[in-house]
């Protein structure tokens, strides 16, 4: 399915490209892969899961798990397909005041969503259990680094020996809520850092490259 919207006479509620949570979504509740086997029943609890989320609640962690031993799909999976309802429902929150028809026809003839998850989705979307009112359509920006800055240095004595000549590096990170971290980290450690960083970019990037992520033009 392409990326963009194609002889439709409007655009739908997450505008003119399907985004990767969409994808997501689309790829596995229409069994695409076989490994993740989501029931009515399994998808219901899930939009359970999405009402804690979205209302800011902070145990989402133990449903998710309940939730992957009950209808035996790995963690992660949960965990990725709770991220995709919620970044759906965001999206959807912005437009519903619109009739309930507009949202479930783009989830079923744009995103091919089953008709019966389509209608899972708009019965919590417009239902009671959801106050959207209270609910942000913005993502809750978590604390980031600003600035990073470090330097070499040499230890030339310490308390038990008078002349060490250890190599160290010096670290200081600014982050976005004001607050500064210092440390000191010697040279291996150093190296272990930036070797775990680069097989964390592999992995993500691998992550990326996956098929459901995959813009087809």
Known sequence: MSSRIQSYDRTPFWGQKIIRELKYLQFILN??????????????????????????????????????????????????????????????????????????????????????????????LYGAKLNIENISIYFPKNTYLLSIYWRLDVSLSTSSLNRTLDPFILVQMNLSNGESLSFEISLDVFHKLRFSVALALKEMDEILNKSFFKLNE
């Open 31 to 124: 069994n695409k892969d076989q490994s993740v086997n989501v029931s009515k029943d399994c998808f219901r609890e899930l939009l359970k899961a999405i009402i804690l989320v979205l209302h800011g609640q902070d145990k989402i962690a133990d449903r998710v798990e309940s939730i992957s031993t009950k209808f035996n799909i790995a963690e992660k999976d949960c965990v990725l397909l709770v991220a995709s309802l919620e970044k759906l429902f965001r999206l959807a929150i912005k437009f519903s005041s619109k009739k309930q028809e507009v949202i479930k026809d783009d989830l079923i003839a744009i995103l091919k969503i089953p008709q019966d998850f389509a209608s899972d989705i708009i019965n919590v």
